[in-house]
């Protein structure tokens, strides 16, 4: 099975100029989540997907970032545009729909990317 | 994240000894609870969860849960300098069933031979 997918996987920008993150997630998988993590931190959640509508933004910085789910499967996430302090490893991550006491609620991450901003 | 807090470390133990994580959660409508480990430049992988009050073990490993006393910890047996990584703590927060995990900041345990 594959894993969930996310490109590009480094990024270098200088400030005030956007980027945009991709994310594939596994197959069959309604759920997708884009998490922040700084060097040092534990992932910080960003946006909760289910299909293609959003469940929770609250801790996203809507003035610069913006993040769509379009047809419920691919996802992308943009910065723009970006700071210094938006220096960190974007996550992707999907679960399977969660049923009362059907799964885990296990995350599948994907590799990250980390994003660099001078 | 404030919701989530967790000895920050670092956490080194020789080789074969008992490691000890801990977490302190401020929901208390929070019913799932998981660990997941970060190996340096690598994404969180899942390796226990827990519902329940009291222990749940896997292999070397024991999660323990005190919904009362909002913690969680994590015993990892028997240690092994493969072991050396991050431990993240992740509450579903909210008791929500759609998976919205928090997560605390990580220890870092390293496991020397």
């Known amino acids: 099975e594959a894993g969930v997918a996310q490109s590009p996987r480094y990024k270098i920008i200088e400030k005030r100029q956007s980027v945009a993150f991709w994310c594939n997630p596994i197959?069959?998988?309604?759920?997708l989540y884009w998490y922040q993590q700084i060097l040092g931190q534990g992932p910080k959640l960003l946006i909760q997907?289910?299909?293609?509508?959003?469940?929770?933004d609250s801790q996203l910085p809507k003035d610069r970032f913006s993040a769509e789910r379009l047809k419920g499967v691919d996802s992308t996430l943009k910065i723009q545009p970006a700071k210094l302090e938006d220096s960190a490893v974007y996550l992707c991550?999907?679960?399977?729909?969660?049923?009362?006491?059907?799964?885990?609620?296990?995350?599948?991450f994907g590799e990250g990317s980390r994003l660099t901003v001078l | 994240q404030k919701e989530v807090e967790q000895n920050s470390g670092p956490l080194s133990v020789p080789e074969g000894a008992i490691a000890s994580l801990n977490c302190t959660y401020s929901?208390?409508?929070?019913?799932?609870f998981f660990w997941y480990r970060q190996y340096s430049g690598k994404s969180p992988e899942l390796i226990m969860f827990?519902?329940?009050?009291g222990d749940k073990e896997d292999g070397r490993f024991t999660a323990q849960l005190n919904k009362a006393s909002q913690y969680v910890s994590l015993l990892i047996r028997d240690s092994q300098p493969s072991d050396s990584a991050t431990y993240l703590c992740?509450?579903?927060?909210?008791?929500?069933?759609?998976?919205?995990?928090?997560f605390g900041r990580g220890t870092q345990l390293t496991v020397w031979p």
């Open positions: 991550a999907s679960s399977p729909t969660l049923r009362a006491g059907s799964n885990t609620g296990e995350l599948f």
């Open positions: 197959s069959g998988h309604a759920t």
């Open positions: 997907f289910q299909n293609n509508g959003v469940v929770d």
């Open positions: 929901d208390r409508g929070s019913q799932s």
């Open positions: 827990i519902y329940s009050n």
């Open positions: 992740a509450v579903n927060v909210g008791g929500s069933t759609l998976g919205r995990l928090y």
